[in-house]
């Protein structure tokens, strides 16, 4: 038996008795891999050593008790602020979460009178905490860990194939083929599963329309009817899953892409013209089904939705105050009761169990909303900024930086 055989029959056995994988698996097999990739054996001997070395020490390891990865700008809750900065050339962060990327968005004519939405991002560098721009991609979904990102490449909406990219060495490790394509992606709280949005025409689509003053205005280009037509369910070891058919309706937007429910056993969307929280929820199958309990009362616009406990919902902004004091309410998730305020016009995502990210506008109630990133605390004004303002969007057709946050 040589020494790669040796390699794997060990490694096999040690698998076998281990328990199943920890949340943020797969960011941790991609982060192995790299790893991996910079390493040498120095001989048979030292291979074999190292074989048996790990036999006697694995068992000893409780792997579900912590998140084992390397030292780096992520680890920690921190918070990481450059009021400074917008948008942000350097990691963002708050207790659990940090903001993983950001992007813009800009029309670009395909013909006189066709367009698309053109996303362009910036990613975080998990080894420098820098924000890197990168063209390649259409739409950018980041795992938990910060480490790993489910990419769909640029121009080719809706898309046939998800990556996985390295967010440190901005490689794709793997591809996963898709029956049916693709148009948004999120992923499960534990970052073992995908939820990969299906549409039969680029959902970025933009028609040119002329205007009652005889001038001209790009619009969303299907007129009141999405192309949405379902979603994958997708393993991200494995790459397996399913399809299920939703159908599409007059209640949704062109782009109205599937998120995980907290659980990660439902899956839901924003819907429009309701009075249901905004929000529909449906089966791995595709069949609509009741809103969780613990989800009933969110509204699916408000970005933070459960505390990671699930004991708190955020839900929209509830008043403004000049120039630029906002409170939004803070409820009881399984009855809709108001349990107190918090500072923020728009909660975005929760550091841990009492404070959050947010946007706060800079400016008073009669000036252009130009909003920054703060942390703000249940029980407390104090606001903490964490970046600078948005400018002021003066074009029509252009998009000003919209943060991706993902848990470090």
Same mark, same amino acid.
């Given at each position: 038996?040589?020494?790669?055989?040796?390699?794997?029959?060990?490694?096999?056995?040690?698998?076998?008795?281990?328990?199943?994988?920890?949340?943020?698996?797969?960011?941790?097999?991609?982060?192995?891999?790299?790893?991996?990739?910079?390493?040498?054996?120095?001989?048979?001997?030292?291979?074999?050593?190292?074989?048996?070395?790990?036999?006697?020490?694995?068992?000893?390891?409780?792997?579900?008790?912590?998140?084992?990865?390397?030292?780096?700008?992520?680890?920690?809750?921190?918070?990481?602020?450059?009021?400074?900065?917008?948008?942000?050339?350097?990691?963002?962060?708050?207790?659990?979460?940090?903001?993983?990327?950001?992007?813009?968005?800009?029309?670009?004519?395909?013909?006189?009178?066709?367009?698309?939405?053109?996303?362009?991002?910036?990613?975080?560098?998990?080894?420098?905490? @820098?924000?890197?721009?990168?063209?390649?991609?259409?739409?950018?979904?980041?795992?938990?860990?910060?480490?790993?990102?489910?990419?769909?490449?640029?121009?080719?909406?809706?898309?046939?194939?998800?990556?996985?990219?390295?967010?440190?060495?901005?490689?794709?490790?793997?591809?996963?083929?898709?029956?049916?394509?693709?148009?948004?992606?999120?992923?499960?709280?534990?970052?073992?599963?995908?939820?990969?949005?299906?549409?039969? /025409?680029?959902?970025?689509?933009?028609?040119?329309?002329?205007?009652?003053?005889?001038?001209?205005?790009?619009?969303?280009?299907?007129?009141?009817?999405?192309?949405?037509?379902?979603?994958?369910?997708?393993?991200?070891?494995?790459?397996?899953?399913?399809?299920?058919?939703?159908?599409? &309706?007059?209640?949704?937007?062109?782009?109205?892409?599937?998120?995980?429910?907290?659980?990660?056993?439902?899956?839901?969307?924003?819907?429009?013209?309701?009075?249901?929280?905004?929000?529909?929820?449906?089966?791995?199958?595709?069949?609509?089904?009741?809103?969780?309990?613990? /989800?009933?009362?969110?509204?699916?616009?408000?970005?933070?939705?459960?505390?990671?406990?699930?004991?708190?919902?955020?839900?929209?902004?509830?008043?403004?105050?000049?120039?630029?004091?906002?409170?939004?309410?803070?409820?009881?998730?399984?009855?809709?009761? /108001?349990?107190?305020?918090?500072?923020?016009?728009?909660?975005?995502?929760?550091?841990?169990?009492? @404070?959050?990210?947010?946007?706060?506008?800079?400016?008073?109630?009669?000036?252009?909303?130009?909003?920054?990133?703060?942390?703000?605390?249940?029980?407390?004004?104090?606001?903490?900024?964490?970046? &600078?303002?948005?400018?002021?969007?003066?074009?029509?057709?252009?998009?000003?930086?919209?943060?991706?946050?993902?848990?470090?």
């Amino acid at each position: 038996m040589n020494v790669d055989e040796l390699v794997r029959d060990s490694l096999r056995e040690l698998a076998a008795e281990q328990p199943s994988a920890a949340p943020g698996f797969a960011d941790r097999v991609l982060t192995a891999r790299r790893r991996r990739r910079t390493r040498r054996l120095a001989s048979v001997a030292a291979a074999t050593a190292a074989v048996v070395a790990v036999a006697v020490a694995v068992p000893l390891l409780d792997s579900g008790r912590k998140d084992v990865r390397p030292a780096g700008v992520l680890d920690g809750d921190a918070t990481v602020a450059h009021p400074d900065q917008s948008p942000p050339r350097e990691l963002i962060a708050a207790g659990n979460v940090a903001l993983a990327a950001y992007y813009t968005a800009q029309l670009q004519e395909q013909s006189e009178q066709r367009g698309a939405a053109i996303r362009t991002y910036w990613l975080l560098d998990p080894e420098t905490g @820098r924000y890197e721009k990168d063209t390649r991609w259409s739409y950018v979904a980041v795992a938990p860990g910060a480490r790993t990102a489910a990419v769909l490449e640029r121009g080719l909406l809706p898309a046939h194939r998800i990556g996985l990219l390295d967010l440190a060495t901005g490689e794709v490790q793997r591809w996963i083929p898709v029956e049916r394509g693709v148009g948004g992606l999120a992923f499960s709280r534990d970052g073992r599963r995908l939820v990969a949005t299906t549409y039969e /025409e680029n959902p970025d689509l933009r028609v040119k329309f002329k205007t009652s003053s005889g001038g001209a205005q790009w619009m969303a280009g299907h007129l009141g009817r999405s192309s949405r037509s379902g979603f994958h369910i997708l393993d991200v070891a494995s790459g397996s899953g399913s399809w299920a058919a939703v159908p599409s &309706g007059p209640d949704i937007n062109d782009r109205q892409d599937f998120a995980f429910s907290g659980t990660g056993e439902l899956v839901y969307s924003q819907v429009i013209g309701t009075k249901s929280g905004m929000q529909r929820f449906y089966d791995r199958t595709g069949r609509e089904v009741a809103a969780p309990a613990e /989800e009933r009362y969110l509204r699916s616009d408000v970005g933070a939705r459960l505390s990671p406990d699930g004991s708190l919902a955020a839900l929209g902004l509830t008043r403004e105050v000049d120039p630029g004091k906002s409170y939004s309410s803070i409820r009881d998730p399984r009855t809709g009761e /108001e349990i107190t305020k918090v500072r923020g016009a728009e909660l975005l995502a929760w550091a841990d169990e009492r @404070r959050l990210i947010a946007w706060e506008r800079t400016t008073g109630l009669d000036e252009p909303y130009l909003p920054r990133l703060v942390l703000v605390t249940i029980g407390s004004d104090k606001v903490v900024p964490l970046s &600078g303002a948005r400018e002021q969007n003066r074009d029509l057709n252009r998009s000003e930086w919209e943060p991706v946050f993902a848990r470090r």
